[in-house]
């Protein structure tokens, strides 16, 4: 109940912060909010030409299968690791007045999900061009999107706790998430390039890999994602949205103690 009362209480705090961390990202860039598409298209076209060219390695729709991939990764890749240095960021907000520091993070939640918002709208308009066909399949987006969203943010509440006492932390998470990346298929397809048993072990334990893989199925290839698999993931992230605001609100008067 508590935080559900905070939740409504910075409600406005926290989009009128999201705002305006947007608006200073792109206030001394020529391109502006353009650079916010021009970004993942710009990776795309790397890991395209990397995977094709270079590797001679493709899959049906592959510059849009690639898109989707990292659309996802940048989402959780970017809250994660900025959410390690979070509260020291905002020194000057914490050791004047009090906020609950899980509004950091669902900030910087809110302003990468913005930009995951404009990519998959991207999405959409590269699916129109190369005319891959839409099915009902597609309303699975709506409860993957939901567990990635509450994993992110369970994951990132832990990421912020730990990190207010572990210096190293951000160095060692930069290194962990490189390798997550690597072993999530974000320009490679797992179902055809892994052996088993590792194929299955990847998409069943690595909530990034079968978020990835589901989202790419029900939009491109009119397949139905594993549903339980699904409730698992979206269970897990609630346990560690509740472990995680549970640690916060108990330690986080020692914050500004420690920083």
Same mark, same amino acid.
């Given at each position: *109940?508590?935080?559900?009362?905070? !939740? ?13 961390? @947007? =608006? ?6 020529? !391109? ?48 994660? +690791? ?13 050791? =004047? ?6 509004? $950091? #993070?669902?900030? =910087?939640? $809110?302003?990468?999900? &913005? =930009? *995951? ?6 999405? $959409? ?14 309303? &699975? ?9 509450? @994993? ?12 207010? &006492? ?35 072990? !990847? !998409?069943?334990?690595?909530? *990034?890999? &079968? ?20 409730? +698992?993931?979206?269970? #897990?992230?609630?346990? @560690?949205?509740? +472990? ?13 103690? #420690?920083?």
């Amino acid at each position: *109940m508590r935080f559900v009362n905070d !939740l409504k209480k910075y409600w406005k705090y926290t989009k009128y912060a999201a705002k305006s961390e @947007l =608006k200073s990202e792109v206030a001394s860039s020529y !391109l502006n909010w353009l650079w916010w598409i021009l970004d993942p298209l710009l990776f795309m076209l790397v890991y395209t030409f990397i995977a094709m060219v270079v590797f001679r390695k493709s899959v049906q729709y592959f510059p849009v299968f690639v898109f989707i991939g990292l659309t996802s990764w940048n989402f959780f890749n970017k809250t994660v +690791i900025g959410s390690v240095k979070l509260v020291k960021a905002n020194k000057q907000i914490v050791t =004047k007045v009090y906020l609950p520091k899980f509004v $950091l #993070v669902l900030q =910087k939640l $809110l302003v990468n999900g &913005f =930009k *995951m918002m404009i990519s998959f709208i991207l999405v $959409l308009i590269m699916m129109v061009i190369y005319r891959v066909p839409v099915t009902w399949n597609i309303l &699975f987006m709506i409860p993957l999107l939901m567990v990635l969203v509450i @994993l992110t943010f369970g994951v990132s509440n832990i990421m912020m706790h730990f990190g207010v &006492f572990v210096d190293e932390l951000f160095n060692v998470m930069t290194v962990l998430l490189r390798l997550t990346f690597y072993m999530s298929g974000i320009f490679y397809s797992i179902s055809q390039t892994v052996p088993e048993p590792y194929q299955t072990i !990847l !998409l069943k334990c690595n909530p *990034m890999a &079968f978020i990835m893989d589901s989202m790419r199925n029900c939009m491109l290839y009119s397949t139905t994602p594993e549903i339980w698999l699904i409730l +698992i993931w979206g269970a #897990v992230g609630v346990l @560690l949205t509740v +472990i995680a605001i549970r640690v916060v609100y108990k330690y986080e008067n020692s914050y500004v103690k #420690v920083i």
